[in-house]
């Protein structure tokens, strides 16, 4: 293995491998060897997809303190908004009333990291009645996400953005910046 390479792979096998441990929850020997397999098979193949520069930048301590409000906090309440409108529409009597459609919406200038990026376009697709089709970047070195919104409340992209993104972004961009 090159030798520049072994801190991405050690970052991924890590992550890997606590992830696991989360899945199976357990102490057990077997379940431990293979977890350790799964996660060195995981590094080898996905740490050249994964790691672009800074392999250990999000094992800071405040950084992985502002992922577990994210998940916990924000996207989570996010989910269940989401998921009470997706609820509404999908109990209501008549599904004529929805108007599906494709909008633009701006994202922050504090984001401009590709992971960031990324991780704001997850999160909207995820929540349901939404699908990121794309994040996009203007001559002026503005970002935008194009939105596939199941129920288009609002034409104004700025409000638009605010319903769909909520406190997502915010979030993330705490992790990111």
């Known amino acids: 293995m090159d030798k520049n390479k072994l801190p991405a792979y050690l970052s991924v096998f890590i992550f890997s491998f606590l992830f696991w441990e ?19 098979a995981v590094s080898a193949f996905a740490t050249k997809f994964l790691i672009q520069s800074r392999p250990f930048y999000l094992y800071n301590p405040v950084r992985l303190f502002w992922i577990l409000i994210y998940s916990v906090c924000i996207f989570f309440v ?11 529409i999908v109990l209501s009597k008549d599904m004529g009333d929805t108007r599906t459609g494709i909008i633009r919406i701006p ?5 401009k ?7 704001v376009a997850n999160s909207i697709t995820l929540t349901p009645g939404t699908i990121t089709m794309d994040v996009a970047e203007d001559d002026k070195g ?21 319903i769909i993104k909520g406190r997502m972004e915010k979030g993330i961009g705490r992790i990111w910046e």
Not at 107 to 111: E, L, P, T, V
Not at 113 to 119: C, E, H, Q, R, T
């Open 78 to 88: 996010e989910m269940v908004k989401a998921n009470i409108s997706m609820a509404k």
């Open 107 to 111: 994202g922050s200038k504090k984001i």
């Open 113 to 119: 990291s590709g992971y960031g990026l990324a991780m």
């Open 142 to 162: 503005n970002n935008y996400y194009y939105i596939h919104w199941i129920n288009v409340e609002t034409t104004d992209r700025q409000k638009a953005g605010e």
């Open 22 to 40: 989360l899945l199976v929850w357990s102490v057990n020997i077997r379940e431990i060897y293979l977890g350790l397999f799964v996660a060195a």
